[in-house]
């Protein structure tokens, strides 16, 4: 497709569980990024990718939260041991190689994860 | 302290007014100020981006960043009834590379007819 395409788009899970969400990231954009959103707030930033590698994970807020890109295009964010607090909507984003004059992240529509 | 703040609104206005919608940060680092757009149940899109003080235009909207004030605003013009979304002020420490961006928490506005 020409955007940013996640899925699921919804997510129920139960307390402890171990939950994949997937990204595929416009063709060809070699950065992408991983966003947490909670009702009311702006997107808080987790991770982000230049290639198959984490170029800054900071935003990661604990060891349960791991994201992979091995082939440099398709990216699952992993979250281990599920918790209620977990619950928010998980935009990815990918934007074009470096250099190309500007930073603009394209966003997709956003996996809506519930942690019951 | 967070690095961006914005007002989070509501705002509510009637149609054909000029909005100003705001955010002021605290690191200097920051180079590049982008302006996103959220409707319900969407993820964001990219409304204006900028990487110099003074003023940029693009139809009925414009953005004004002030580097020395660590303050950016965006204005609509004749406001329309579908402008009503959330709109997200973002930046970015590079604008030659990717680099990870910091939203501010958004500001909701409604648009009467």
């Known amino acids: 497709g020409a955007g940013v395409s996640q899925t699921p788009s919804n997510k129920v899970t139960e307390k402890g569980k171990y939950v994949e969400l997937r990204c595929d990231p416009i063709s060809g954009h070699t950065a992408l990024y991983w966003y947490r959103q909670s009702l009311g707030q702006g997107p808080e930033f987790l991770i982000y990718?230049?290639?198959?590698?984490?170029?800054?994970d900071s935003g990661l807020p604990n060891d349960r939260f791991f994201a992979v890109r091995p082939e440099g295009s398709v990216s699952t964010l992993k979250i281990q041991r599920t918790e209620r607090g977990d619950s928010a909507v998980y935009l990815c984003?990918?934007?074009?190689?470096?250099?190309?004059?500007?930073?603009?992240?394209?966003f997709g529509q956003g996996t809506r994860l519930t942690v019951v | 302290q967070k690095e961006v703040e914005q007002d989070p609104g509501p705002l509510s206005v009637p149609e054909g007014a000029i909005v100003s919608l705001n955010c002021t940060y605290s690191n200097s680092a920051f180079q590049y100020f982008m302006w996103y757009r959220q409707y319900s149940r969407k993820g964001p899109e990219l409304l204006m981006y900028t990487y110099s003080s003074g003023n940029k235009e693009d139809g009925r909207f414009t953005a004004q960043v002030d580097k020395s004030s660590k303050y950016i605003s965006l204005f609509i013009r004749d406001s329309q009834p579908s402008d009503s979304a959330t709109y997200l002020c973002a930046m970015t420490v590079r604008y030659s590379s990717a680099s990870k961006i910091i939203f501010g928490s958004g500001t909701r506005l409604s648009i009467r007819p």
């Open positions: 984003a990918s934007s074009p190689s470096p250099g190309q004059g500007n930073t603009e992240a394209f």
């Open positions: 990718f230049q290639g198959t590698g984490a170029a800054d």
